[in-house]
């Protein structure tokens, strides 16, 4: 496994990066990206740990330790350590990173249990398990075409969506754009894949594929930085989320690049194409790790909101109170989903298992409508308090109104003006900059478009068995009665003469 260092180091690989039209030499120095790369170094170091890699790492099925979600599970305890491994990385951003490396091993560590499945290219799939495991390498994923031209089939516009131009006896040649590349600018390989069905008929789009992010032709081509605006306009102080987790996101640009055969996972094959994301355990995985990520990350905010309303001296008031509780509830919530996919697990092949789908689409359905709910409430409790605030750090670093700041900035029960303003600093970061605008759109799109959410969790239900039973429920209910009355003598009829009881 990486150590902090060795990550760092990897990703000095002559990668192609542009952001605001320069092409970016060294994302570990760049004010850009470094503290977002630093950022996830941190997350290899706790690997190695002494007093945490017991609680992030196992024994892999290949001789060495990794990461516990890098490996396939075997039983709901295996599961749930995978969840606690997942969640103490997560607290690391206070789950404000959601690509982590510990996302795409959601991927990796199905391709074991389900190499069968990649008809053709099996070795490959286990070749990536397996390196997955030893490596913990750091992987993104676009599986979605840019916003053009939805609504027709990717055959339609060869000149934009991601096809094999030219097959070769090594490899393939693809060109094409992706989206959304969320820390492509930071990870080692890019998993390139179709979200959207394909139907029969062209199937150069019918392929997926890992790509090294360093692969002449691919262009990673970036969102503003929040980070690098942060460094400009502030500093930590004012930006305590911004300037160090912003995991950048892009759009990723393939211009004729060559993936050798042993990268890639299937090829002009629709069924697989269009099947390895229901079929494969990839859903039950990376919402199991979306689900973990998310509750940490309300930890975070339930502990915000309390300390935002004790500073204002409002933490007594009823109506506050109770928007505590709500935001308390919905935590509790997503805990208990993550611990119920663990723990009532699906069965895999080769005596592997799965977290439960079935609860899965509750945070999937769920999530997107919670952290919108979540902010709206800061906004109402916490209140005009966001905007009141000093322009930065460097207005109390002025003797000159530093004594006005400290007299009509400070907060409740001997709550400095410092103290308070760092902390409301940290509150607007978190919902009201670009980052935490960001932030909203991430959570509500996480998993899908809406409609696609709620369609995936009506069909997960007819697949499994549980609409027939839904629906066998009520006709039970229907069968006890009929236009007579009752229909078994367990319960009496209007008419019915109860003195033949006696």
Not at 305 to 328: C, D, H, P, W, Y
Request: aromatic share 12%; charged share 25%.
């Amino acid at each position: 496994m990486y150590t902090g260092k060795e990550y760092l180091e990897s990703l000095k690989d002559g990668r192609t990066i542009y952001l605001n039209g320069e092409k970016i030499d060294d994302v570990t120095t760049h004010p850009a990206y470094r503290n977002a790369a630093k950022s996830v170094s941190l997350l290899y170091d706790a690997l190695h740990d002494s007093e945490k890699k017991d609680i992030l790492t196992t024994e892999s099925e290949f001789g060495s330790r990794t990461h516990k979600f890098f490996k396939a599970s075997r039983s709901a305890e295996e599961l749930l350590e995978a969840r606690n491994a997942m969640a103490e990385w997560t607290k690391l951003s206070y789950g404000f990173m959601g690509r982590t490396p510990d996302y795409k091993a959601a991927f990796l560590g199905s391709l074991g249990p389900f190499a069968d499945f990649y008809e053709g290219f099996e070795d490959n799939a286990m070749r990536w398990y397996k390196k997955g495991q030893i490596e913990v390498p750091f992987c993104n994923h676009t599986i979605v075409n840019p916003q053009l031209d939805r609504d027709q089939p990717l055959e339609k516009n060869k000149d934009v969506f991601v096809r094999a131009v030219e097959e070769r006896d090594d490899g393939v040649i693809v060109s094409g754009a992706k989206m959304v590349g969320t820390s492509a600018a930071l990870t080692h390989y890019n998993f390139v894949a179709n979200f959207a069905p394909l139907i029969p008929g062209d199937d150069s789009h019918a392929l997926i594929f890992f790509v090294p992010m360093n692969a002449p032709g691919l262009k990673i081509i970036s969102r503003q930085s929040y980070e690098e605006i942060a460094a400009k306009a502030g500093s930590p102080f004012d930006y305590p989320l911004s300037s160090r987790f912003d995991e950048n996101d892009a759009v990723i640009v393939l211009d004729n690049v060559f993936i050798p055969w042993e990268d890639v996972l299937t090829y002009k094959n629709i069924q697989i194409t269009n099947g390895f994301r229901p079929k494969t355990g990839w859903l039950n995985r990376y919402t199991f790790q979306g689900c973990t990520r998310f509750a940490v990350k309300l930890d975070f905010m339930v502990g915000l909101l309390m300390k935002a309303t004790e500073a204002a001296g409002s933490n007594n008031f009823r109506g506050v109170q109770a928007a505590i509780g709500e935001v308390i509830a919905w935590r509790n919530l997503f805990w208990s989903i993550s611990t119920a996919m663990a723990l009532d697990p699906e069965e895999a092949p080769n005596g592997y298992v799965l977290p439960n789908k079935t609860y899965a689409t509750a945070y999937r359905t769920f999530a997107p409508m919670v952290w919108p709910k979540v902010k709206e409430i800061f906004e109402q409790v916490v209140a005009g308090g966001l905007i009141q605030l000093p322009s930065s750090s460097k207005d109390f670093l002025n003797p000159e109104i530093r004594q006005y700041l400290d007299q009509y900035y400070k907060g409740s029960g001997g709550v400095t003006a410092e103290e308070r303003v760092k902390l409301l600093k940290l509150v607007w970061d978190a919902i009201g900059t670009e980052f935490g605008g960001r932030n909203e759109l991430y959570e509500i799109n996480y998993a899908g478009n809406q409609d696609v959410i709620r369609l995936d969790t009506l069909k997960i239900a007819e697949s499994t068995g549980q609409m027939a039973k839904y629906k066998e429920f009520v006709d039970q209910a229907l069968s006890d009665y009929d236009l007579h009355g009752w229909t078994n003598d367990t319960w009496y009829n209007p008419n019915e003469d109860l003195s033949v009881l006696k």
